[in-house]
């Protein structure tokens, strides 16, 4: 039948390219990206359980276990016994030298140190410091160019699951969440999503306005969906 269409009406449909390399070599990275992203998150999970038992000052230091000042300070003091070391002048200094642009004091941040649970010390101090600096060691393009795919922004907003499925029968009528989509391209359009917000004033105005009742999640998959079809003097 699809034969019998093309040789018919062959002339009205839509000629398909396949994507171009810089598509192909973006898409691979974004998927690597994801795939690594869910690692760091897995493995910033398990520090973050080790730590509880080991060096609870640690937890809840900084604004991130995982962020950048986090993982160097937990490089130079990866146990309880090397952070004993640390007096609120050490501590302040230290921070001094490593750019720390937090807005807590080092009085504050040494306080939290010291009012926390003590972790293990004695014989083993060393051998779970190491496995400390094993987890921060660790730690440290789905969208394709083909347009003529998509005819019109609403087909690719549904592909990639970012716009609701809604379905209509007589007088019954629901919206659900659209299961049925291409979800490494959803989460490829929500992160860019995720991340433009901060530096586009058109998606920050929007995001803020979202968030006054919608869920972080469902607020990027909206993002990313109006960003799809925004005006070109607000672009997206």
Known sequence: MLADCLRTDGHRWRSLEPDSPATVTLRSFVRARKDLVETRVAVANQLRAHLQVVFPG????????????????????????????????????????????????????????????????????????????????????????????????????????????????????????????????????????GDGWQANAWAERRYRELRRTKTHPHAERILASQGLSAPRNEPA
Request: hydrophobic share 45%; aromatic share 10%.
């Open 58 to 193: 640690a937890v809840g230091l900084f604004q991130a276990l995982d962020n950048a000042i986090g993982l160097r300070f937990l490089r130079r003091f990866p146990s309880e016994t090397r952070a004993a070391w640390l007096s609120e002048r050490r501590l302040e200094a230290w921070l001094v030298a490593n750019h720390y642009s937090g807005r807590k004091h080092a009085a504050v941040l040494f306080g939290h140190l010291h009012g926390a649970a003590r972790g293990t010390t004695g014989d083993e101090t060393d051998v779970r410091g190491a496995i400390t600096l094993s987890f921060v060691a660790t730690l440290l393009a789905e969208m394709e160019d083909c347009r003529p795919k998509f005819p019109d922004a609403e087909s690719f907003a549904c592909l990639a699951g970012v716009v609701p499925s809604t379905r209509a029968s007589g007088r019954h009528r629901s919206v659900t969440f659209r299961w049925s989509a291409d979800k490494k391209l959803r989460e490829a359009l929500c992160d860019f999503a």
